[in-house]
């Protein structure tokens, strides 16, 4: 007997809420590392709104972003395979992304371009320009860790199609409230998961590859 319709949603909504969970927990470990390298006050800040720089965690903070909190978030929406950098994709080959998912497929290019967190627009417009070049199938996502922003194009000749923005918006301010403010109680897990359930919904490998079928 098959799942059906119904238990097949069931399936697909406890999966969701898994990846959504993993995500706050990522988002998490991100700000005790931003409170490791300067201060409590400082991941507030970032968390407010702030752009993060070099000169306040000790190292490239694009890298930093993508070390603790993209690389992992990609992870946990169930990418394994992560090249950094790559060159040679059909189309813009003596150029490089930030980053190449699923680098062996031949049918279609998933690559993606990061910003540090609170700067997101550059990243969509690199992003948007990659796809415009390259000449088969392929996805572009941008994103500063906070903000997911995901264009596709169906080849050569064909425009990049804007699909989707999600943001962390309302988990950063329940996490922002919790690790600041001792009073607060940890209350509302259930609405952060289902917020964050949006973006694995859109995000997550399986809803990036269906562009593709």
Do not use: C
Request: glycine residues 8%; proline residues 5%; positive net charge.
């Amino acid at each position: 007997m098959g799942i059906g319709k119904s238990g097949q949603t069931q399936i697909d909504d406890r999966g969701n809420n898994l990846r959504a969970g993993k995500l706050f927990e990522i988002l998490e470990e991100f700000t005790t590392k931003l409170e490791q390298r300067n201060g409590a006050d400082y991941a507030k800040s970032i968390l407010n709104g702030k752009t993060l720089t070099g000169t306040k965690i000790g190292q490239n903070p694009e890298r930093f972003g993508e070390k603790h909190l993209i690389k992992p978030s990609l992870k946990a929406l169930g990418y394994e395979e992560y090249r950094p950098q790559p060159t040679g994709i059909p189309g813009i080959e003596r150029k490089a992304p930030d980053f190449q998912l699923d680098p062996d497929r031949e049918d279609f290019v998933i690559i993606g371009e990061i910003k540090k967190p609170n700067e997101i627009l550059s990243a969509r417009k690199e992003s948007f320009d990659y796809l415009n070049e390259i000449d088969r199938p392929a996805a572009g996502i941008a994103t500063d860790g906070f903000k997911w922003i995901l264009h596709t194009t169906q080849g050569e000749d064909s425009r990049p199609r804007y699909h989707r923005q999600r943001e962390m918006e309302r988990p950063i301010k329940r996490l922002r409230l919790e690790y600041f403010y001792d009073d607060s109680g940890r209350k509302n897990r259930r609405q952060i998961r289902e917020d964050l359930s949006h973006l694995v919904k859109d995000f997550e490998k399986r809803a990036v590859l269906s562009h593709f079928k």
